[in-house]
């Protein structure tokens, strides 16, 4: 995956824009096949995202839309089901998972997934936002997929907003083995 920083000074006077918020980072554990800590500093002035297909812009794209959009609104994958009835494949704990590939099994006469974590496991989203005037706001989402499960009702979740400054990995002792939303 390529990210290109958009860099025309000329194109907008007071292109900063103290005072409003944007999206200046995101990071994720164990998101897709993202696996471990991953750190993409987003451009204040614009950014893009390119590359191949499998190479993570979807990926990118429903961990924004997971962390800032309802569940029952929550459509993953939604540039790939454009214009089709389906529903897609892709699901939180898909993600958390970290499915890779669909198989077929000989012995069930079915497809089977491929996943990158396949016992417990935790996952996160952090969404870091700045205004130029006042200490960062982050927004996160957390999970945890208890032993071998895949069905997406055992998969736990919280979501947190904190100002100042804040990283994805603090949480790693209260989300590891299951999630402690009191010491969180």
């Not at 998101?31 to 590359?51: D, N, P, Q, S």
């Not at 997934?113 to 989203?125: D, E, H, I, N």
């Not at 969404?127 to 032993?147: I, K, M, Q, T, W």
């Amino acid at each position: 995956m390529t990210m290109l920083n958009v860099r025309d000074e000329g194109a907008i006077e007071d292109a900063d824009h103290p005072g409003q918020w944007r999206l200046t980072r995101i990071e994720l554990v164990n998101w897709g096949t993202f696996a471990g800590h991953a750190t993409v500093e987003i451009a204040r002035k614009g950014h893009l995202f390119t590359g191949a297909s499998g190479s993570g812009k979807s990926s990118l794209l429903d961990a924004i839309a997971a962390v800032l959009t309802p569940d029952r609104w929550l459509r993953l994958n939604a540039a790939a089901q454009e214009g089709t009835a389906r529903q897609g494949d892709r699901t939180l704990m898909s993600y958390v998972r970290g499915a890779w590939s669909k198989e077929a099994d000989t012995n069930a006469d079915r497809a089977v997934t491929s996943f990158l974590r396949g016992k417990a496991t935790w996952s996160g989203v952090l969404l870091r936002y700045e205004n130029l005037n006042d200490s960062p706001l982050s927004l996160a989402r957390v999970f945890h997929a208890p032993g071998t499960r895949t069905d997406t009702a055992s998969l736990k979740d919280a979501r947190l907003v904190v100002q100042g400054e804040f990283g994805l990995m603090t949480l790693k002792p209260h989300v590891e083995s299951g999630i402690d939303a009191r010491k969180m």
